[in-house]
T-cell receptor, first 114, second 115 residues
Framework: NAGVMQNPRHLVRRRGQEARLRCSPMKGHSHVYWYRQLPEEGLKFMVYLQKENIIDESGMPKERFSAEFPKEGPSILRIQQVVRGDSAAYFC????????????FGPGTRLTVT | QQQVKQSPQSLIVQKGGISIINCAYENTAFDYFPWYQQFPGKGPALLIAIRPDVSEKKEGRFTISFNKSAKQFSLHIMDSQPGDSATYFCAARRDSGGSNYKLTFGKGTLLTVNP
């Protein structure tokens, strides 16, 4: 049973480019969470999605960031027109339906904006 | 507003010693308190978790102590080993209400266990 998969593991983008981060949840999991980890900081919640629905995006910056979790395929976190301050590790976590369960984290995508 | 405060920021312990990491929370609606362990280049992994209906939970060398009135909880690692060297995060979540299970994390503690 494969764990949560994220790709790419490392992503380098120049300022102004777009970054697309992918997350494949564990089999049978329909809840996906995205968290961002800045250097020497804890993880901060960004967005919570269920299949085809955004449940809570209160942690997402208002501009340039978007997320989706389509009926088929991985969840995508998209950052448009990246800036240096977007450099961070982005983790997704998944959990089974009905909530209240452990969240299993992927290995993260480390985004570097040059 | 930092809802979960964690201390210390870093901790050095000798092999065989006890590591203690503390967290305090503000939101009394939180009712699930996990601890995560993260090794460099990896994602966080759940270590142990507690709900406020108990004051202590032990799993192997790891123990959570919970003080509901003080809104504090701590992780104790007994007989610390060099393999325990990692960053530890406390977190909190509100499970009652049943619609959103996002975690609120502390800033982390870098634990180094010297051989």
């Amino acid at each position: 049973n494969a764990g949560v998969m994220q790709n790419p593991r490392h992503l380098v983008r120049r300022r102004g480019q777009e970054a697309r981060l992918r997350c494949s949840p564990m089999k049978g999991h329909s809840h996906v969470y995205w968290y961002r980890q800045l250097p020497e900081e804890g993880l901060k919640f960004m967005v919570y999605l269920q299949k085809e629905n955004i449940i809570d995006e209160s942690g997402m910056p208002k501009e340039r960031f978007s997320a989706e979790f389509p009926k088929e395929g991985p969840s995508i976190l998209r950052i448009q027109q990246v800036v240096r301050g977007d450099s961070a590790a982005y983790f997704c976590a998944s959990s089974p339906p009905r909530g209240g369960h452990e969240q299993y984290f992927g290995p993260g995508t480390r985004l570097t904006v040059t | 507003q930092q809802q979960v405060k964690q201390s210390p920021q870093s901790l050095i312990v000798q092999k065989g010693g006890i590591s203690i990491i503390n967290c305090a929370y503000e939101n009394t609606a939180f009712d699930y308190f996990p601890w995560y362990q993260q090794f460099p280049g990896k994602g966080p992994a759940l270590l142990i978790a507690i709900r406020p209906d108990v004051s202590e939970k032990k799993e192997g060398r790891f123990t959570i102590s919970f003080n509901k009135s003080a809104k504090q909880f701590s992780l104790h690692i007994m007989d610390s080993q060099p393999g325990d060297s990692a960053t530890y995060f406390c977190a909190a979540r509100r499970d009652s209400g049943g619609s959103n299970y996002k975690l609120t994390f502390g800033k982390g503690t870098l634990l180094t266990v010297n051989p």
